[in-house]
């Protein structure tokens, strides 16, 4: 079965830490994989997807296909990336995603 | 940036009336999404909706819900006769014709059964 998991609900660190927000998933093919973020229960909003490799507000993130994961970094956290990060798996063209339980990031000052 | 738009943002509405709730993708996108995210809880796939018809549903998509595309448009999703349990953030998505291209989602509607 296709299943994302994010292990950690609430995630907190100090302003100019280092963060790590954790993903696996279970899929028995190519997976597409993408980082969703939800400002103080606004809208869902695309932060990164597996396939563009690139870097958004200082985030990346690596699909890890031996440990099935694609866990999100960033070097140094700032406040404003306090937020609920969603890890989301899409199969197919067109295909539903299949989000995970979601992990609040606080950054404290 | 084009964006999908939602409403109404807050509907409240008594158990067993029917609701319907409207979207409006982005204007040159194919494929449609329908999500609820029921408070304290992860975002759940409803149904998916391309070229006039449903592609996939989920165990949650019963009999009581329907979607809906009338004129070209709008995206509604009709809950039939409401329930307590229905209450939940509605978040309506929309994809392009690519397969590669994300889903870009509205700011949702909160539905209340009262």
């Known amino acids: 079965a296709q299943r994302v998991t994010q292990p950690e609900k609430l995630l907190s660190v100090f302003k100019g830490a280092p963060v790590e927000l954790k993903c696996n998933y279970s899929?028995?093919?190519?997976?597409?994989l993408f980082w969703y973020v939800q400002y103080s229960r606004q809208r869902l909003q695309l932060l990164l997807r597996?396939?563009s490799r690139e870097s958004i507000k200082g985030f990346t993130a690596d699909l890890n296909k031996g440990e099935t994961s694609f866990h999100l970094k960033k070097p140094f956290a700032q406040e404003e990336d306090s937020a609920m990060y969603y890890c989301?798996?899409?199969?197919?063209?067109?295909?539903?995603?299949?989000f995970g339980q979601g992990t609040e990031l606080s950054v404290k000052p | 940036e084009p964006e999908v738009t939602q409403t109404p943002s807050h509907q409240v509405t008594q158990m067993g009336q029917e609701v319907i709730l409207r979207c409006v993708p982005i204007?040159?996108?194919?494929?449609f999404y329908w999500y609820r995210q029921i408070l304290g809880q992860k975002v759940e796939f409803l149904v998916s909706?391309?070229?006039?018809?449903?592609?996939?549903k989920s165990e949650i998509f019963d009999d009581q819900f329907s979607v809906e595309r009338p004129d070209g448009s709008n995206f509604t999703l009709k809950i039939r006769s409401t329930k307590l349990e229905d209450s939940a953030m509605y978040f309506c998505?929309?994809?392009?014709?690519?397969?590669?291209?994300?889903?870009?989602f509205g700011d949702g509607t909160r539905l209340s059964i009262l």
């Open positions: 998505a929309s994809s392009g014709v690519n397969s590669n291209q994300p889903q870009h």
């Open positions: 899929y028995s093919g190519s997976p597409e």
């Open positions: 597996h396939i």
């Open positions: 989301a798996l899409r199969r197919g063209q067109g295909g539903k995603l299949i």
């Open positions: 204007s040159n996108h194919l494929y």
């Open positions: 909706f391309y070229n006039n018809e449903i592609s996939e």
